[in-house]
Structures are given as structure tokens and as C-alpha cells.
């Protein structure tokens, strides 16, 4: 399999067997097809793209179905996915860094057994201006590298 790159006259069963040999070594797989016997590879892999133009029972096992069933929207599919998981990811980080920051605030208060220095109003706008500002911002950018890793580490 890691010699060859095309398969011909391929039963549902090799091609689910295509799909776990490439898991198993280690690929994201995403496979797209249109008929009945695509369904187990498409169950199998990681990413199941329909066509349109298929069967119902295809589209219904599918993550994505291509509605105009064209494959040159793929690159930029791809492309907003990656966009989306980058920043969510960057912002999930700011969101820890706070929830952090306002636990260990609150943990340190509650020793010394003095108030605590911040009223409501004070902190949502402290949270506004060093979380919801840059977040916001942060979710616009542009950022199409390829995901890497788990999502939990990446915080981390």
C-alpha cells in the first residue's frame, strides 16, 4: 500500500481496509465517495465526504457532503478548518490563563482573609479589555498551519 497510489476495481471491504492500514500508520484519513459501496470506508475514516449526487445512505453516513458536488472546494474547506481549530485554540488559551488567574486571586484572598480587591463591575471590564478584546481579534487572524498534536496539550 505505501508503494502504490492508485487502486483499481476496489470492493467496500479492501477499501475499508485501505482506510485502516492508513490510520494504523499513522495518516488523518478523509475519504469521499458517492455510492452505497463507499459507506464502510466512509464510516472508517476520519473525515467522510459524500457527493451530492449520491446515494442518501452515503450522505447520511458522511460528515460533509459536497452540495454542488465539486472537489476543488476541498483545498479551502481545509483550509477554514484549520483557521478555525488554530485560533480556537489560541483563544481557549486565554480563557485557561484567566480562569487561572482569577482562581488563585480568589484562593489568595480567601487565606489572608482580607476582601477581595475587585467589585463585578471592575472585573468584567477587566476581563473585557484582557480577554474579550484580544480574543475577538484573535479569531479574525488568519492561520492555515496544519494541526498538530492534541487539543487539551496544546493549552497547556
Given at each position: ?69 465539486n472537489f476543488a472546494v476541498l483545498p479551502q474547506v481545509v483550509d477554514q478548518g484549520r483557521r478555525v481549530i ?5 483563544v481557549a488559551s486565554l480563557f485557561l490563563v484567566k480562569t487561572i488567574w482569577s482562581f488563585l486571586l480568589s ?50
Amino acid at each position: 500500500m505505501r508503494n502504490a497510489r492508485i487502486f483499481g476495481r476496489v470492493t467496500p471491504g479492501q477499501k475499508k481496509k485501505i482506510v485502516k492500514a492508513l490510520q494504523d500508520d499513522g495518516h488523518v484519513v478523509a475519504m469521499t465517495g458517492d455510492g452505497v459501496n463507499d459507506i464502510l470506508a466512509l464510516k472508517q475514516s476520519d473525515c467522510g465526504i459524500a457527493m451530492a449526487t449520491g446515494s442518501e445512505a452515503t450522505q447520511s453516513v458522511a460528515q460533509f457532503v459536497l452540495l454542488d458536488s465539486n472537489f476543488a472546494v476541498l483545498p479551502q474547506v481545509v483550509d477554514q478548518g484549520r483557521r478555525v481549530i488554530n485560533n480556537v485554540s489560541r483563544v481557549a488559551s486565554l480563557f485557561l490563563v484567566k480562569t487561572i488567574w482569577s482562581f488563585l486571586l480568589s484562593l489568595i484572598y480567601a487565606i489572608v482573609a482580607f476582601p477581595y480587591p475587585f467589585k463585578p463591575l471592575e472585573m468584567q471590564l477587566l476581563d473585557f479589555l484582557g480577554i474579550g478584546l484580544p480574543s475577538f481579534f484573535l479569531a479574525l487572524e488568519a492561520n492555515y498551519e496544519i494541526v498538530k498534536g492534541d487539543f487539551i496539550k496544546k493549552l497547556c
